[in-house]
T-cell receptor, first 109, second 114 residues
Framework: RKEVEQDPGPFNVPEGATVAFNCTYSNSASQSFFWYRQDCRKEPKLLMSVYSSGNEDGRFTAQLNRASQYISLLIRDSKLSDSATYLCAVNVNAGKSTFGDGTTLTVKP | NAGVTQTPKFRILKIGQSMTLQCAQDMNHNYMYWYRQDPGMGLKLIYYSVGAGITDKGEVPNGYNVSRSTTEDFPLRLELAAPSQTSVYFC?????????????FGPGTRLLVL
């Protein structure tokens, strides 16, 4: 079993749709959690950190469920510009992130 | 700030050749990382460093070497290039704030080994 697993998709949704991604992790000692966005042939960029209480940034909401060992990312009112690959990252120790393989989202007009 | 810079952007190597991928950051980050990303896959950690003079292996270190003589630079050395090392290589850095460090990535180096 991989340490961090994501549904690879692809997710194809119309503009304005709400879409959710999950990411499961196997190490219960994991401490920090992140969502990164990666555009085609570009480097990953931090989208948002995931806090225990959940957090929201505009149309994006991240949640952490420690009991079930997963994090989620919800995107509301999808825009064409949201089309990208979304990577989750999990840190057990400071300095080492384990990344999922990414979930590809395509938002269509 | 330039952030994280990588050179070259693209390189073709013949089997058995060697090369050094350069990475530099100007954010005074103590942590630096090298990842490889194969097509359609996530990031695999090759090596990382928690400060000048300190390096450690990641998930896929075989065939690579690193050094960290300064805070700013973290070069990755490929000896005896093999087709399996064809990939996109990303360097990243972070400033650890407790355990919630955010990684900043360079633009990547695309390597093709023929």
């Amino acid at each position: 079993r991989k340490e961090v697993e994501q549904d690879p998709g692809p997710f194809n949704v119309p503009e304005g749709a709400t879409v959710a991604f999950n990411c499961t992790y196997s190490n219960s000692a994991s401490q920090s959690f992140f969502w990164y966005r990666q555009d085609c042939r570009k480097e990953p960029k931090l989208l948002m950190s995931v806090y225990s209480s959940g957090n929201e940034d505009g149309r994006f909401t991240a949640q952490l469920n420690r009991a079930s060992q997963y994090i989620s990312l919800l995107i509301r009112d999808s825009k064409l510009s949201d089309s990208a690959t979304y990577l989750c990252a999990v840190n057990v120790n400071a300095g080492k992130s384990t990344f999922g393989d990414g979930t590809t989202l395509t938002v269509k007009p | 700030n330039a952030g994280v810079t990588q050179t070259p952007k693209f390189r073709i190597l013949k089997i058995g050749q060697s090369m050094t991928l350069q990475c530099a950051q100007d954010m005074n980050h103590n942590y630096m990382y090298w990842y490889r990303q194969d097509p359609g896959m996530g990031l695999k950690l090759i090596y990382y460093s928690v400060g000048a003079g300190i390096t450690d292996k990641g998930e896929v270190p075989n065939g690579y070497n690193v050094s960290r003589s300064t805070t700013e630079d973290f070069p990755l050395r490929l000896e005896l290039a093999a087709p399996s090392q064809t990939s996109v290589y990303f360097c990243a850095s972070s400033y650890a704030q407790g355990r919630k460090e955010t990684q900043y990535f360079g633009p990547g180096t695309r390597l093709l080994v023929l």
